[in-house]
């Protein structure tokens, strides 16, 4: 690998940046101290193998072939474990399939082994939409880290390779890594796939067909126009969200996240990783375990590239239990206290109309994270898994140069400055998540995915059990009117929080028509978030008590991204005397959710990572 330097001078930071990073780090003082000391225990000054008994040894090594098995007899050479989310159903995983033996041939060329240590399991919302499988979406990312631990439990590697991509599977991969904070981890992306149908074009015929005016078989036709081929989905959702969020902390190569899986340069990147990698270890003389890469400045870096390219709502759940996993406390104030100071550079669906090869073309991650740098609004002064200029590194873009990876400057000016801008003529002043409160609680509003005129939204409550309630009461000609839809039971205690997608073509054909219409729930939407004004992730949920149960049918809500407002307009006397409703759980289960009872007893609030792990 060569660079060709980004010359970004560090700057002061700003003064909000500042202070919320500051508060972070007093707040998880006594967390972090502990997290760093276990981290110091598990740190063993040479290879992992040698200390294992022969015994042990030889279980780890007996399928090896026998090259790698002599090498790892000695027990002298690093050893990389390898986590893999392949399966062939996911476009965004199916490309995996290969890495695992490219990463093992290219161990032994840098006198290094490599094993997969285990695979963990990769749901596909985009699957389970509106189907019972949903249900357990949430939970999944709390398996994904378990799972991981218990590949890296055997205790044999001296650095661990991340290969997974989408929604719930990397925050899992990187909660379970941390847990072995004391190895140097980074994560190989495998890339989106190439544009299909545009994502607007695909979003305008759901909302025909749920206006009955296309056919499913037409339905089917544009959807698979869209989702064509091997990659990730090209809209800028949950799983492309991730992909920034690790580029901004430093755990990937620069500019890796968006290079298409068919690409050489894709091919080039992993093998890179694997030599990157290797000289993080202890023998490699540069040692980065991940948990002192990702730290207060890090976790801050991250909510800030969230908020600087309107990415999934899904992260302000995530990142909380991501932060806890290395012992760090953040919370929705500190999201929207940075939300009021970091500019909106991209323009990417459903934010825009681009997809993410649009993104990646004006330039990308790395661009975006050069042009905060450049005025103070991330942290410089991080440790990453590449380079020796703190995120300074990450601001370069590879390309193939003689078959071998380089890092070069982008250029002083996006190349499209309708997708990406630069920091000084961003889109919005603000970043593209707000905070809401009031007496209905707590809730998070994308508010870089809904035009500005829909900012206040004030009308009646219809309340809804379920995404199927709302959707037959569309179906009935019920919702031809300005309302607010009130959709309770939906929080990771009642039903383990699932992405309520199935009633957003409803919504968006409402508003279409020219109805004033609104979301408030307790549940989530994800990256896929559009235009229809939605309150999500509702705290305390309503299965726990929260007043959002309290709404009934005709109260006047009010929603208000300008003031930060979300409340019933009904008379405090009223409204204290009213009780919630008792949360009706389908008792027979089925699709495997009779597996997490046991889950939803003890998860936590959104606010707190609605996590399993950390109670």
């Not at 500019?255 to 093998?271: M, Y």
């Not at 995120?391 to 499209?416: C, Y």
């Not at 008792?587 to 936590?604: E, H, I, K, M, P």
Request: hydrophobic share 40%.
């Amino acid at each position: 690998m060569t660079t060709s330097g980004q010359n970004t001078n560090q700057v002061a930071i700003n003064k909000v940046v500042d202070a919320v990073t500051q508060r972070i780090t007093e707040r998880s003082k006594t967390l972090r101290a502990e997290y760093l000391a276990r981290l110091e225990q598990l740190r063993n000054r040479g290879p992992r193998r040698a200390s294992l008994s022969c015994a042990n040894q030889a279980h780890a090594n007996a399928a090896a072939d026998s090259k790698t098995k002599i090498w790892l007899n000695q027990a002298q050479k690093p050893n990389i474990g390898i986590v893999t989310a392949y399966n062939d159903m996911l476009s965004a995983h199916q490309p995996y399939a290969t890495y695992p033996d490219q990463i093992k041939e290219a161990a032994l060329r840098f006198n290094a082994t490599a094993q997969v240590a285990g695979g963990v399991p990769a749901m596909c919302d985009g699957v389970t939409q509106g189907r019972p499988g949903m249900e357990l979406s949430l939970f999944s990312r709390d398996v994904i880290a378990q799972a991981t631990a218990i590949a890296l439990s055997h205790d044999a590697f001296d650095a661990t390779l991340c290969l997974g991509i989408c929604d719930k599977i990397v925050p899992g991969l990187l909660i379970g890594a941390l847990a072995f904070g004391h190895l140097p981890t980074v994560f190989i992306p495998a890339g989106p796939m190439g544009s299909g149908l545009s994502n607007k074009e695909k979003a305008a015929v759901r909302e025909r067909y749920a206006q009955g005016k296309a056919t499913k078989e037409e339905l089917l036709a544009a959807e698979s126009a869209a989702y064509h081929s091997a990659g990730t989905c090209t809209f800028y959702g949950t799983a492309n969200s991730n992909q920034m969020l690790l580029e901004a902390m430093g755990l990937h190569l620069p500019g890796s996240a968006f290079v298409h899986p068919s690409d050489p340069l894709r091919h080039a990147l992993t093998d890179a990783a694997v030599e990157q990698v290797l000289k993080l270890t202890e023998a490699g003389g540069d040692y980065r375990p991940i948990g002192h890469v990702v730290n207060e400045k890090t976790i801050v870096n991250a909510v800030i590239a969230l908020l600087a390219t309107g990415g999934s709502t899904n992260h302000t759940i995530h990142w909380i239990a991501v932060a806890r996993a290395a012992g760090i406390l953040i919370d929705w104030q500190d999201f929207d206290e940075l939300s009021s100071v970091i500019p909106l550079l991209t323009r990417v669906y459903p934010n825009g109309t681009a997809d993410v090869n649009a993104f990646e073309d004006a330039g990308g991650p790395t661009f975006v994270i050069r042009e905060l740098l450049s005025q103070g609004m991330m942290h410089a002064d991080v440790m990453t898994v590449f380079g020796d200029q703190g995120l300074a590194s990450h601001t370069t873009r590879p390309e193939l140069q003689e078959g071998k990876v380089a890092f070069i400057a982008h250029p002083e000016r996006s190349s499209d400055p309708t997708v990406v801008r630069n920091v000084d003529e961003p889109f919005a002043a603000t970043g593209g998540l707000r905070l809401l409160q009031g007496n209905l609680g707590r809730a998070i509003v994308k508010a870089s995915a809904v035009p500005e005129e829909a900012w206040i939204v004030r009308a009646p409550a219809k309340v809804f059990e379920s995404q199927d309630a709302l959707v037959g009461a569309y179906k009935a000609g019920q919702l031809n009117q300005d309302f607010v839809a009130v959709v309770i039971f939906q929080g990771p205690q009642a039903n383990g929080m699932p992405e309520l997608h199935h009633f957003t073509p409803v919504l968006g054909s409402l508003m279409s028509a020219g109805y004033k219409v609104a979301l408030v729930t307790d549940g989530r939407m994800s990256g896929a978030s559009g235009k229809v004004p939605a309150a999500l992730h509702v705290s305390p949920e309503v299965a726990q008590g929260g007043p959002l149960g309290k709404v009934r049918d005709g109260d006047m809500i009010e929603l208000n991204v300008h003031t930060g407002e979300l409340r019933a307009l009904v008379d405090e006397a009223t409204w204290a005397a009213r009780s919630n409703p008792t949360v009706s759980i389908d008792s027979s289960y089925g699709y495997g959710r009779d597996l997490f009872v046991a889950q939803r007893r003890v998860v936590t609030s959104p606010e707190h990572g609605a996590s399993t792990l950390f109670i």
